[in-house]
Antibody, heavy 122, light 109 residues
Framework: QVQLVQSGAEVKKPGASVKVSCKAS????????ISWVRQAPGQGLEWMGW????????NYAQKLQGRVTMTTDTSTSTAYMELRSLRSDDTAVYYC???????????????WGQGTLVTVSS | EIVLTQSPATLSLSPGERATLSCRAS??????LAWYQQKPGQAPRLLIY???NRATGIPARFSGSGSGTDFTLTISSLEPEDFAVYYC???????????FGQGTKLEIK
């Protein structure tokens, strides 16, 4: 079955970077994209950005431009999200979700990874 | 940026009752609207895509409707496992960005 499995929880200090992985299985990785969504404690969902696993095209949320980088490794069917210059308000559960191969070809995410808790604390 | 406003924030109903959740967009999103269900400690699950299409494995009691700026998720007869938080989500065409509504918590009355 289609599955996304994410890396484990992280604790980081303010100013540090974090890199979360998302390993896909059960489908042709390069036929889709991956979106990243985060959820602060007790809050709603925030879209962070998207990457096409076909050609590496990316599209980031405006508020994270310059701090976030999304990449893929097609040899291992794994997507990565790196967030730099971490602040306390980056504390959240980070989800990957399968999305479209081209950002205009599909408007929903399915399925989602299990989530990775990133805690930013001094 | 397109803003999605969900109402009500909290909906208190009993099993067997009908639930109607609303999602309003600040400008037209055509039919590029999806609905997700999230239970505590779990990842969101896709229910409805393109405003009215049920995702694979989603029970027929879930239905979506609307287009343009006004959308509705209806649960025809609530089951105990339906009590959760529901989010709507849209994708704008230009610039291509996604946004989520703030969520509606469906709780047991």
């Amino acid at each position: 079955q289609v599955q996304l499995v994410q890396s484990g929880a992280e604790v980081k200090k303010p100013g540090a970077s974090v890199k979360v992985s998302c390993k896909a299985s059960g489908y042709t990785f390069t036929s889709y994209g991956i979106s990243w969504v985060r959820q602060a404690p007790g809050q709603g969902l925030e879209w962070m950005g998207w990457i096409s696993a076909y050609n590496g095209n990316t599209n980031y949320a405006q508020k994270l431009q310059g701090r976030v980088t999304m990449t893929t490794d097609t040899s291992t069917s794994t997507a990565y999200m790196e967030l730099r210059s971490l602040r306390s308000d980056d504390t959240a559960v980070y989800y990957c979700a399968r999305g479209p191969i081209s950002i205009l070809s599909q408007a929903w995410f399915d399925p989602w990874g299990q989530g990775t808790l990133v805690t930013v604390s001094s | 940026e397109i803003v999605l406003t969900q109402s009500p924030a909290t909906l208190s109903l009993s099993p067997g009752e009908r639930a109607t959740l609303s999602c309003r967009a600040s400008q037209s999103v055509s039919s590029y609207l999806a609905w997700y269900q999230q239970k505590p400690g779990q990842a969101p699950r896709l229910l409805i895509y393109d405003a009215s299409n049920r995702a694979t494995g989603i029970p027929a009691r879930f239905s979506g409707s609307g287009s343009g700026t006004d959308f509705t998720l209806t649960i025809s007869s609530l089951e105990p496992e339906d009590f959760a938080v529901y989010y709507c989500q849209q994708r704008s065409n230009w610039p291509p960005k996604y946004t989520f509504g703030q969520g509606t918590k469906l709780e047991i009355k």
